[in-house]
């Protein structure tokens, strides 16, 4: 029987209220076989127009935030590629719209490893980041290769200690299941994440999304993966290792030391507000209204060049009650901390509150669910079956 484990655990940050910026940078270098993010060639990319741009929106939208925001996450795409210039003047933009001029509670910018010079890291540094997360995927070349990676786990490596040189918060992403990869090789991969010892490590199963290269690839038997039962090895070598070493796993995919947690995505999960700027960018009332920017560089740079902030590039859906308790059940659920049940039923009810233990039922008999102090939680068992847990609980 697998239990959950809290002791000593830190919630810090999870008491945290706030709201947060999302800026989305959608160009990159080339694409990962594996990738259905939005983003398109960087060598087609006109910097200057889209800073402006972003500038243009955050102008216009900023008051759809109850309060101002305390978090920054830059994300992509790959946000290392704008040139440093053009990343100050975006950065001072920012702080001048939101008459900004304390530092950020957090201030995250995802890097490529083959991004990060000493030139990057000064400017990151200047304007504010006090947070780096820096896709690694795998430290074993032929695996980086065949999901065409452009850095080497020698790369990565150099770039991690150009991080650590200047910032005290690092995060890196690592892969599991990925073409040709064995539970050996992933060893390989999480001994060497563990050696680098970052503040943060997200591990995530590879997925198939439908259109990209990897699932036609899969389709056509021409790449060999892990069996479904070898990625749950993984997974499971994965946990034990960085518990072993300290870490917390607070929410599925990601884990930390202590008090080391991601602020601005946890506050994704806990439903808190957040604005995302440009094309393909959600954002969130914190009640009901979810906002979306289409998918479109070019139509994005033409709606913003007129310097008109009064019309809205964003389509937008005002979720029904059926709507925001499947997603409270859908964020919560991943994070370790779990659904708190008195939350749940003040938003929505006592009858919603029964139906949803009455679906409970069956896991908490199996021990997949957990009832602690009135939260709902996965086990480690049950999270071997979060999809399925999570559905059952939403009927």
Known sequence: MAVLDTENYNYQCFNMK???LYIHIPFCKNKCIYCDFFSGGASFADWDSYVDSLLLELKGRILELPIVPDTLYIGGGT???IPSELFMKLISGINDVLEKNELWLEFTVEVNPDDVSDDKCRVWKESGVNRVSMGVQSFVDSELSKI???HTSEDALRAYDLLACNFDNISID???GLPEQTCESWI?????ALDLSPDHISAYSLMFEDGTPISVL?????MKFPSDEESVEMWKI?????KEAGYNQYELSNYSKPGRESIHNTRYWLGNPYLGLGPSAHSYDGKRIRRANPADIKGYLRHFTNNDVTSHFYAEEILTVEEQKDEMLLTRMRMRRGLDIVEYESNF??????RLLNNAKPFLINETLINDSNRLKLSDDGIMIADDIILALSM
Do not use: D, I
């Not at 899969?218 to 021409?222: A, E, L, P, T």
């Not at 994965?238 to 960085?242: A, K, T, V």
């Not at 009810?349 to 029964?354: D, N, V």
């Open 18 to 20: 706030g709201s947060g």
């Open 174 to 176: 690592l892969m599991f």
């Open 218 to 222: 899969k389709k056509q038997g021409k």
């Open 238 to 242: 994965l946990s034990s290792q960085l």
């Open 79 to 81: 946000p290392s590629l």
């Open 349 to 354: 009810g006592k009858s919603a509150k029964q």
């Open 148 to 150: 065409r990676r452009r």
């Open 188 to 192: 390989k991969s999480v001994k060497k």
